[in-house]
């Protein structure tokens, strides 16, 4: 097999088992990858993917083609990091990818202020609750907060992200004490123990969102109480802290890049730049 695209088209019905997954990750129809996929077929006389209940999987020879892309496509990714990386010149895109929280409250002036000083430097924002896939070139830069993060990563530890719990300032005073609620995320995997950290652990849920965004406009509207980064929180004069609430230090934030990148002068750049940003709002993301 010759054609790259015949591998792309291994890889992404591999990984979404499914022909309309494969599709979205290949910006096509589902239409063409079955096209594509029994016309691959027909040309090896040999079955890559048999059919199953809810999609598609791998034969014992599909899966030795499925190895065998996978090495292309590090192959193909290394070339192109090493591309990108032989710019000198503080031009051209750039990719950042960050929290949706982080490039809404904390960071959207000082980016502003970034492709304001560099209009040459197209600069490309990705919010996303996802860690963005530096290996393979989902981004260049990435800010993150995290425990533990890959040991090839090239970057910088800045601070603790503080949490703290919140209400609307009117919250407490106008809502009678048996009718307070809990406005909660829907799944508890990042804060298991959110609940017993608060400072009204017997207050029930009341609703729950699956993401903070959501959550914290809920919190500012008076639906209820609930948690939110400080740098949300505490800038909002409409909120106030809960009796008895202090901060909890969570997760290390990182700015981070690929080792192939770390050199290229608007990597450098930008990661100074998000640095000196990051670290003049230590105070805010922490909580002090």
């Not at 065998?68 to 990108?84: C, F, G, P, Q, Y």
């Not at 430097?121 to 070139?137: E, H, M, N, V």
């Not at 990435?142 to 530890?157: F, M, W």
Request: charged share 25%.
């Amino acid at each position: 097999m010759n054609d790259w695209n015949d591998y792309a088209l291994i890889l992404a019905l591999h990984r979404t088992g499914t022909l309309r997954g494969a599709a979205i990750s290949l910006g096509t129809t589902h239409t063409t990858v079955a096209r594509r996929l029994a016309l691959m077929q027909k040309q090896r006389n040999a079955e890559v993917f048999e059919k199953i209940p809810g999609g598609y999987r791998a034969t014992s020879y599909g899966e030795y083609l499925v190895a065998t892309a996978k090495k292309v496509e590090d192959v193909i990714l290394v070339s192109e990091r090493l591309s990108n990386s032989d710019s000198s010149s503080l031009s051209g895109p750039i990719t950042l990818s960050l929290g949706e929280p982080m490039s809404q409250f904390l960071l959207v002036e000082e980016l502003g202020e970034f492709s304001k000083r560099y209009p040459n430097i197209q600069l490309r924002i990705k919010s996303s609750t996802a860690f963005a896939d530096l290996d393979k070139g989902d981004a260049d830069v990435v800010i993150r907060g995290a425990d533990t993060l890959p040991e090839h990563l090239i970057g910088r530890r800045l601070c603790k992200l503080g949490l703290c719990f919140y209400a609307h300032k009117n919250y407490c005073s106008e809502v009678p004490e048996s009718e307070w609620r809990w406005i909660a995320p829907v799944e508890n995997e990042l804060w298991p123990h959110w609940l017993a950290e608060s400072p009204f652990p017997d207050v029930p849920i009341g609703i729950l969102f699956d993401d903070i965004i959501s959550r914290y406009h809920a919190i500012n509207k008076g639906v209820g109480m609930g948690r939110a980064a400080c740098f949300m929180g505490d800038t909002n004069p409409n909120l106030v802290r809960l009796p008895g609430s202090e901060p909890i230090l969570k997760y290390d934030i990182w700015v981070l890049t690929h080792p192939d990148l770390h050199q290229q002068p608007k990597v450098k750049l930008l990661m100074q730049f998000l640095i000196d940003a990051l670290l003049d709002k230590k105070g805010l993301i922490e909580g002090s």
